[in-house]
């Protein structure tokens, strides 16, 4: 009988899912047994069992029930995360609808409600920030490592730039990792795949004693690349990712507590690669598995990061004092292919950079029980990077001089400052028992220095019958911004299961300078956006169904774009353009039926559009000015949908649960010209995933299939006038596999 009931569960999920219309998700936002002491949560966190309607999340710098947080977000646990394969940001992608990730050979960045920080150049900030135990980075090629024994992770939406004020107007992804715990305990995963995928992750957790936690986890991720460049005889976008992260957590004194964490990241791969149009062109994709490659694609990164937390709760009105702080290095270095029709050889794009950055902060906060709350603190972020940059001509056609073989048509030298600092303070009051305000505002000051210098040969650069002698032109520049933001908001809490809230916020991310090397540098002002959002978080049917909804209008200022301009001696560089209105609407439903089977659709509508009469230039034709008003934003779907249905069984001696998911997107551009060159089609894909857990002996069997109809998915469409091609990048085919883990 149980069979009979499971073969109908996997018949009726199946029609439903070529049925539909709309797509459904590998994972939704899951219930995680949480527990955090304080601050970012922080420094000691003894896992306790807890409801399993109750999600905590640290949206608000402390903990607090999700439904009861007025703060649009989705919440994924570590073991959701695992069991949908989403081991880095981009992945993230696959699961949140709020979530587009651009690859950029590299650099890839992340856009929510449709703001993106596109400048991805030393001088560059990310709109939608990643915070990693509550430490920010800018450098966006550090977020392809890995995110491994991960407690859970937030997705907060619009901009948060009271408590998380650094430049996050589009929203913020907080990766907590687990912390050490006073139970001895751990996991082992492993797992294989086609693309010959083998990766391994495990933690440890060791109580030393009653007042000191170790907590050891490592990861090792690998598989072949998906793309074959022929001629060069690569396979690209594939993985060869090492980290390892030790903790340990102490209470020396009551009220005490501490943490302390090192890690060791380390990518050794081909990485993402591109296929090359013609300029201009709207071609069919054809084969995205093989494609000819003209020059060696490299990717290499070591990095290291020390974070240390520390806070104290026995201070005078029981206020608790954090302090946080963290070192990050990372040494990179990569080589992509720059071959293209601008210039007859085969090239290269030279990057090596060397980014060392420091964050501090220091917070004080009331009890978070009590008609009054309040938080306070200063923020201080350091990056200095040592840049060493350029394109390299590899070698020049046969026939033609072949004087500039082997040599620089462009290299960048420079050493760049960027420092921000940040006050900022949050008050709560209940004007009734249900009914409560909140006041916030920060003031951030930003600053950025770049000297150093910029070596153009044109024989190597633009033709090789140049005879001109190389050209060094100063890459000084300086910038210096301020700006505070405020947050107003109002909740009420109707029901113990019904909560509406109301805010207003703004959002501030610094300008910036820039030149393509034969220029001065020339500024750029910083971007502001306000926002206006209602939501409601819902639970009925006793906690079985949730439903939330968010509605927001923004108004978005000085939009940071990449546009054609003499000023760079007729050159491409990041410049405001305009403003933007973005009006959307964000829903999750989750249903847990019993005896049926566990239901979540999550939608985002989104409409992003350019104000009227802004003229923009671009590369194709200089002397040509564009009207992109009324233009879509780039990385602005109108609608994306994401849901699943899973049902377990009961089976022998153990649990079998079977889910189908996929996700459904609409079209969307990745500039600002809505070239139909530069355009993402629609697209549709779906997940399947199966898995036994034995209900003793903590051993867990799964098989797995990921974009089970290998769809072609793009992940990048750009024009690049330098090279004078159309190269795309693609999200991955059909992966498959098994993998087991076991818990002790």
Known sequence: MQYKRLLECLLTSGALLISSQTAFAQVAPQPAEESAAGGQDAARAPAKKQDDSVVVVTANRV?????????????YNGAALADAGVNNVQALQTIDPSINVTSSTGAAYVAMRGIASTDVTEIGDPAVPIARDGFFTNRSFTIASSMYDVQRVEVLKGPQGTLFGRNSTGGLINIITAKPTEEFGGYLSAELGNFSARNLEGAV?????????????AVSRQHDGYRTLTGIGLEGDDENTKSARLQLAFQPVDGFDGLVSYQKDRIDAVGDVTKVFPLATVAPIGDARTFP????????????????????NKLPWDLTLTYAGGYDKQDYH??????????????????????????????????????????????????????????????????????????????????????????????????????????????????????GSARLTLGALVNPFIGAPPV??????????????????????????????????????????????????????????????????????????????????????????????????????????????????????????????????????????????????????????????????????????????????????????????AKHSSEYYYTVFNFPDTRSPSYTTANALLSYKLHSGNWEFQAFVNNLTDKVVLANAQRNYVGGTNPVQFQPPRTFGVRVRHTF
């Open 472 to 661: 060094t032109n100063p890459g000084n520049g300086q910038m210096n911004d301020s700006k505070p933001t405020f947050l107003v908001g109002l909740d009420w809490t109707l029901t113990p299961q019904n909560f509406l809230y109301a805010k207003f916020a703004t959002g501030y991310k610094a300008g910036g300078f820039n030149s393509n090397g034969s220029a001065a540098s020339v500024p750029y002002d910083s971007e502001a956006v306000k926002s206006f959002e209602v939501g409601s978080k819902n639970q009925f049917w006793d906690r079985k169904i949730k439903f939330n909804a968010a509605l927001f209008y923004q108004d978005y200022t000085n939009y940071q774009a990449s546009q054609f301009s003499d000023a760079l001696s007729s050159g491409n560089g990041v410049f405001n353009v305009g403003s933007a209105t973005i009006k959307g609407l964000e829903t999750e439903l989750v249903a847990n039926v019993p005896d049926v089977a566990r239901f979540d659709l999550n939608a985002t509508f989104l409409d992003a559009t350019f104000g009227k009469g802004i003229i923009v230039r671009d590369g194709s034709n200089p002397s040509v000015a564009r009207n992109i008003g009324g233009n879509h934003l780039p990385n602005a779907p109108k609608y994306v949908l994401t849901a699943g249905v899973q049902r377990s069984f009961d089976i022998g001696s153990g649990e079998l649960m079977a889910r189908l998911s």
């Open 63 to 75: 903990r607090t029930n999700a439904q009861t947080t007025a703060v649009a977000l989705n919440v």
């Open 293 to 312: 490659g003209w020059a060696p694609t490299v990717t290499d990164l070591t990095g290291e990061r020390l974070r240390w937390e520390f806070s104290y």
């Open 334 to 451: 990569h080589e992509t292919d720059a071959t293209g029709a601008g210039y007859p050889g085969i090239r290269q794009f030279i990057q090596n950079e060397d980014p060392a950055t420091r964050n501090h902060e220091i917070r004080i906060a009331t009890p978070l029980k009590g008609r009054f709350t309040a938080q306070a603190g200063y923020f201080y972020f350091e990056e200095k990077n040592v840049i060493d940059n350029g394109v390299l001509t590899l070698s020049v056609n046969p026939g033609l001089p072949q004087t500039y073989a082997n040599t620089y048509g462009i290299k960048f030298d420079y050493q760049i400052k960027t420092k921000t600092e940040g006050l900022f303070s949050q008050v709560g009051a209940n004007l009734t028992d249900d009914l409560k305000l909140t006041l916030g505002a920060r003031y951030s000051r930003d600053e950025k220095t770049r000297t």
């Open 205 to 217: 957790n060791i109580p030393l004693s009653d007042k000191v936690q170790m907590r050891f986890s």
